[in-house]
């Protein structure tokens, strides 16, 4: 079960998504000490910014069938905050593989996001800097301050943020790709050709809810969100999830990490066999915290299945 | 603060009771550690999580522990949408996901202060083991909607109750008797739980009287323990407190005002 | 109830969405005179092509969570067989508003889809010489010969396809618009300074199925569905669709068609409040074939909300 | 062949009824046409449709009427996945959408021609209502993966059995026994519905025998009423055949073979 990754050696090919796990709030709530026996193989951080954020008005979240929406607005302390108070408690922790395996350490990736070149270069820089941080991961579904436009949306824009930024560290640099792009695969291969050492897909499709009649519309003109609009996850998206890694895993060399709606091993399993190499878990986790170590031992029961499927297959 | 275990467990519905308009589910959770006043689960049923109103539930829902009697939680239901809907059809030997107990609960009123409990609706819920655990008797004020809600009230003891249309106590809200008991007694310590507009009454009442409040608050929630950040509730000076590990009881003085997405069902 | 579309009085805002009726066919399988009494306001032919077109190898369908991948490859007659066989069956059909009120005609807007300017003009103009054909829905979910990505899903290709056919043609002309894409406003803002009088959005999300484990994979690689890839429809996408059609419509100033997984009155107020001027009924019909006509009925009794959202509520 | 009324019923299960692993679901339609033998219903539980494996089912389920009892239409079961489990938790009493009868069913052999009632597993659904309704003794040929399923043979009259195991019957295929009956009948007429295996060994069979076979083919369908093009067989001489509208029986000499995906679960 165990893998490597970017030089990475993971117990299991499963971890969190960004933003759906608290490892820090977690370990206050939960009795067992999370700490040492974490349910992933290694531990995203949610997106961290330069300047501290506060997040979006409430509400923030709206259930569809068999989905979700959330428009949470990455709240962070901001760089400084998450480096001098999260980063030292995220460190160190360890995964048990199978009931009584010997305990694993859980590399920590750190997902940031600046809203320019710029900003993205600091937070590399500083996250070079930091050895608890094992691997970064960009988070590129920021809008481009003139286009509007993720910048992950384009890929030319994305080759060249990646390439800014790709001398700035040694540490693997993971692009996280927006799904709400007419060519993923074209926006994985700049992410490549900027010098990312892997992708991952998907983050959430750009969505909406309006407000029940009973109740007032915070988002304005009926919308329910404070952040008016979202991003869906959760099985209603997992099709487009395995529709869109497999035509990445097909275009690129590099590693990719799948996500999109995983709530099995054999979900896990689908989007390996389609070329993911790891498997996020993001939604699932909010039914059932210790999803990640279900999903890991459901994924070992699993059989091997075939290799990637090629790019014509999936076009 | 109890903390729930990290695997949720699957349990068993020991028995369901009628209460007004209201039902009273109990749970059979032998192995659960004890949950504190003020502290809430995670429930979705084991079969048929989905497939409701609008293709949902999906994901799981809080409801607040009402009272723990040896092994077995009680909570008090309102049928309010496809996933209160489906954990209210739940009859005896059928079996939910539980995942808790979860958050901060009422700290107890220091010696000697008299407690009033403040509740509104379904949100009389957490003031019930509050009142079992408390050693000295409390004042309990219970606001209704109608009578058949206002039958609710049989689950704490030597309730007062108020209801909007009359039909049954007081007519009208039941922060005009708050009002009238902090003035007898602006010593005494209020807990409040209900409708975010019963909830903001109360905060103002007690900001007026310098009473110190703590008010369980609700907020639509994915996950339950931090993970989401999805269950916030903008905090006085600035930023947002997250209702699930902040709260759900979280100290009036906290809050400019309570949101109003933060209270629950009316 | 009943409102007026480019000049087509319709009895009430519902239609189906292509390819999810087949009235010809409905007509042989029920006993009720569905020529008579028609559940949409008016019908909206499935795409039709320059050329006859067998459709992909089977399987076809996949069902997801609150979801349908559909892979079905527009199967038709092409444009021959069906001025010749089709057309002249779904003229003349009516709808009848509520039980005991007056018929009223069902206008027949025909759906056309080329794979290069030239089929499309030619498509464009078959379909103006008949007077049964009440407007003209073009689809452009159709690859790019060169790029391989839907013409639809570039803003610029779409303003220059519609310009070229717009003069051949006085009939009203729907643009189909993909949800493939970054911008979908942006591409709505080039379909109409091309000169459509309207656009009709969503049609289905690119998804992927992979063959259970004790099943084969036609698609080959494990995939299931013979077209390898398809279309996702249902409740899954009704609130991309809906974050879809509020941005389109804060953007363009012509008459939008809104769709994706309305299954009631109350999901249809909900397109039409975020501006939608046609609400359209596809995967439901499937389960319910009469859905449409209970969807009117319900839209009739739910209150009138407020007005469409701007453009910065829906960024 | 019956049409359906454009919209779909919502009736009530009368009763259910275990035979072997298969169960026979009772629906009380008395408004609804009299289905003919080979005709199917798409049928949906009306509560709680969904939130099973895979967040499933969502669509409609197709169901070969397998008798018809005065206004009772009778449906056999097989629980393969969240659609037919959700359909076979049923209990009388509840209720489901049912939308039919629909396609075109099996026709009756010319007067003087005996009848071969070929079926596998559960696709021996559609050879009880046609049975009902011959005029001749049929001869039934039915095969089953093990003795358990085997016991659904009692749906029909003097079924000569096979299965897989040999743990009833003959052991080996039910096309063995076909191919015998046909050599001592080459008059014979060939109606089948089974796994697509087994529906193609019949056609293979017929083929070279000469014997004329109307094969009842399944299909993942999403509407069942020609709307969505989904549930197409390969036809002889090219293109498809839609089997809702085109079938789901078919005159075997439509086909060059039948499609690995057009037959019932095994
Ligand atoms: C800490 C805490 C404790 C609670 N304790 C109790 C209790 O003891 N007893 C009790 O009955 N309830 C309690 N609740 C409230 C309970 O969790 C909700 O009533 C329940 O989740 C509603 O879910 P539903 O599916 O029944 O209805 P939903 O329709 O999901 O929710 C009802 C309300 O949520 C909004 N809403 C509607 N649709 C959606 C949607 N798609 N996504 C998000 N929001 C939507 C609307 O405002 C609607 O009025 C508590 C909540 C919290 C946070
Ligand atoms: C005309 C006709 C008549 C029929 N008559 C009968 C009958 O009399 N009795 C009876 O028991 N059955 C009958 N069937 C079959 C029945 O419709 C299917 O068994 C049923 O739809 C399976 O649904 P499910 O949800 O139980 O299982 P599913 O999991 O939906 O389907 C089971 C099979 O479909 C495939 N599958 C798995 N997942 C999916 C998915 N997500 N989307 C699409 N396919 C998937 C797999 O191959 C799996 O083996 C008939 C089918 C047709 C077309
Ligand atoms: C509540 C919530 C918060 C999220 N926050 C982030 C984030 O901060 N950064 C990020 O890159 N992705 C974020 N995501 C996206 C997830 O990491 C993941 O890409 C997406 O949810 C799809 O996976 P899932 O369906 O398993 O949830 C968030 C998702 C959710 C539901
Ligand atoms: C089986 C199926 C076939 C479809 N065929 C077409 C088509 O031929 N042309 C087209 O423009 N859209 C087609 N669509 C897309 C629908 O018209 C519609 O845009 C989409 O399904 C979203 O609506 P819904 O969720 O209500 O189904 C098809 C959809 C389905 C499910
Ligand atoms: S419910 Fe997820 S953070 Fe509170
Ligand atoms: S099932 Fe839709 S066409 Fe046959």
Known sequence: MSVSFCGLELAHPIINGSGTFDAIAAARAFADDLREAFPFAAYVSKTITLEPRAGNAPPRLWETAAGLINSIGLPNKGLEGYLAEDLPQ????????QPGAEPRPVPVITNVMGSTTHEFSALVEACE????????ELNVSCPNVKTGLDIGADPLQLEQLVRAVRGLTRKPLIVKLTPNTADVAACAQGAQE???DAVSLINTLRAMALAPAEREAPGGHRAWLGGRTGGLSGPAVRAVALAQVAAVAARVAVPVIGMGGVQSGAHARELMDVGATLVAVGTESFREPAAGARIARELGDTARAEP?????SVR | MSRAPLHRRLLTVSGVDRLGSYLVVRVDDPGGPQPEPGQ????AASERWGGGEDERPYLSRAFSVARRRGSESHFLLEDVGPGSRRLSELRAGER???LGPLGRGFTAPSAGRRAILVGGGVGIAPLAILQDTLEQDATVLLGFRDRERAEGAALLDAAIVATDDGSSGHHGLVTDLLAQEIERDPAAVVYACG????LEGVRAICEVGAVPAQLALEAGMACGFGACFGCVVPRRGGGYLRVCVDGPVIDAAELDHVDAHAGAPA
């Open chain 1, 129 to 136: 800097a930091r050895s608890e941080i094992a691997a970064l």
């Open chain 1, 308 to 312: 990637a499927i090629s790019e014509e």
């Open chain 2, 96 to 98: 939910l996901w539980m």
């Open chain 2, 195 to 198: 409708p975010a507009g019963m």
């Open chain 1, 194 to 196: 900027g010098g990312a």
């Open chain 1, 90 to 97: 995220l460190a160190g922790m360890t995964t048990v593989p």
């Open chain 2, 40 to 43: 809430f689960a995670m429930l």
